[in-house]
């Protein structure tokens, strides 16, 4: 293994043991803030008009709205009192500070993908590179009995949820890997683009066919030459991810407008390019 490598897995570790916010260095936290921006944060956690990750927004669901909470590192509203364990323990275990269970609106089904390292990366732009905003959001959620019970969702874990890290696949490109990680990591592009089943799983025998998302329809995405992108080229997958118009091929529009200006047109094009080779390679639904 590389000593760069060695060195952020050491880095994490001491970060995973730390109980206060340490001292990052800036290429840490510009790394961070790029890892936040693929995993597009923002675009969840930041109101209409509001300031950024201060929450707010309202995410529909079938049980009704869930509010999505101020993710700044306030002290008071935030997660400015977050070790590194418990920001991990959100992302990959969907717990919050306090052991009580997040929905899973919130994509830590795919955030747990994640390597530790990326995690401090990502800890430490959230604590340094983010301006505090010392604010609750106007709402909070409030499903219906029997979902509000927050203690349940630790079933539904149980019976769908895999907190097992990416692991690279040996028969497949460094290329393909990259892209196998960040687009079922960060990039959480299953959650919209696969059905779910009657308990809101995502329905893993049709990953990636379609599914809905509030109002919209998050089209197939698998090489299905027909419903798919089976007859994209990865180049005109790049272009689209980057906001550019391919000819033949409508724009983004709804959910997937706002994927693309918040978060996918800000990777490299070297990442761009990873996403769509795997995703060309998804088996056709």
């Not at 323990?89 to 717990?95: F, I, M, P, V």
């Amino acid at each position: 293994m590389s000593t760069t490598f060695m060195q952020s897995v050491g880095l994490a570790a001491a970060m995973l043991a730390s109980t206060s916010v340490f001292a990052a260095d800036s290429e840490h936290i510009e790394r961070g803030r790029y890892l936040a921006t693929a995993g597009d944060c923002v675009a969840c956690h930041t109101a209409p008009g509001g300031k950024p990750m201060a929450g707010g927004l309202a995410l529909a669901s079938p049980l009704g709205p869930i509010y999505s909470t101020n993710i700044t590192p306030s002290k008071t509203h935030g997660i400015g009192n977050y070790t590194l364990e418990q920001f991990s323990n959100a992302l990959r275990h969907g717990k919050r500070a306090d052991g009580a269970n997040l929905y899973p609106a919130m994509p830590y089904t795919e955030y747990a993908k994640t390597s530790d390292e990326d995690i401090a990366a990502m800890y430490a732009y959230f604590m340094q590179g983010v301006e505090a905003v010392d604010a609750a959001p106007a709402h909070t959620t409030a499903l219906p009995f029997p979902f509000n019970i927050r203690a349940s969702l630790g079933v539904w874990n149980a019976l769908f949820h895999d907190a097992t890290p990416y692991q690279a696949d040996a028969s497949q490109t460094p290329e393909w890997n990259r892209g196998a990680y960040l687009s079922q990591g960060l990039a959480h592009c299953t959650t919209c683009h696969t059905p779910r089943t009657t308990l809101m799983a995502e329905d893993s025998k049709r990953s990636l066919g379609g599914g809905e998302v509030g109002g919209w329809y998050a089209p197939n995405i698998t090489s299905d030459a027909q419903s798919g992108i089976g007859n994209w080229t990865v180049q005109e997958l790049v272009q689209y991810m980057s906001g550019q118009p391919v000819p033949g091929k409508g724009p983004a529009a709804g959910p997937m407008a706002e994927a693309v200006d918040h978060s996918l047109k800000h990777l490299t094009p070297e990442d761009l390019k990873a996403i769509a080779v795997y995703i060309k390679s998804v088996p056709a639904v």
